[in-house]
């Protein structure tokens, strides 16, 4: 069970919410023409980021995930990127946005897009809600990020510790006491 911690907001869910605006509408004016946008969320961490920003997008999309873990139970990546659930539908020739709650390490995201590559999409772009680029052990980028971070662990707004918080609606730092 996890020890005993307090969570700092960090991140309003205001200023979440500004910002999930103002990316869809720079994804929306990237993808302006495109007959479908496949945008493909990782579970569970972008749930509620990928629901929020979908609905401000000014395009025609699909949704589809897929569900990764590199995490398990604890604050640390294992930096082992196991696909726990793939994509239901095709993306060969489809332009892709990959939605992602936050780059870390960045072993996560280079796993992903390293297999959707292999499905020749059209296009293939990620979006990061959260990004903590000090902590970047792969060199990857989101073309779009809503936030970059010190190098805290965060939850709310979908992202957990030991599937705690999810629910929050804004990021906070979480503080073990000792």
Not at 10 to 22: D, G, H, L, P, T
Not at 119 to 127: D, F, H, I, Q, S
Not at 139 to 150: H, K, L, Q, S
């Amino acid at each position: 069970m996890a020890g005993e911690y307090v969570i700092e907001e960090m991140i309003s869910a205001k200023a979440i919410a500004a910002r999930v605006e103002a990316l869809a509408r720079e994804i929306s004016a990237h993808f302006a023409g495109t007959d479908k946008l496949v945008v493909v969320g990782l579970l569970r961490g972008s749930f509620i980021f990928i629901a929020d920003l979908v609905r401000e997008l000014d395009l025609p999309v699909e949704v589809d995930f897929l569900e990764v873990s590199s995490y398990g139970m604890g604050t640390e990546s294992s930096r082992e990127v196991r696909i726990l659930k793939d994509l239901r539908g095709e993306i060969e020739g489809r332009d892709v946005l990959v939605v992602e709650d936050i780059i870390d390490t960045g072993h996560t995201i280079h796993h992903v897009l390293e297999i959707l590559r292999t499905r020749r999409p059209a296009r293939l772009e990620v979006c990061a809600l959260l990004d903590k680029p000090s902590r970047r052990e792969v060199d990857v980028r989101a073309r779009w990020t809503g936030f970059e971070i010190p190098d805290r662990f965060v939850v709310g707004y979908g992202i957990d510790y030991a599937q705690r918080n999810r629910n929050l609606d804004h990021i906070g730092a979480v503080r073990f006491l000792e």
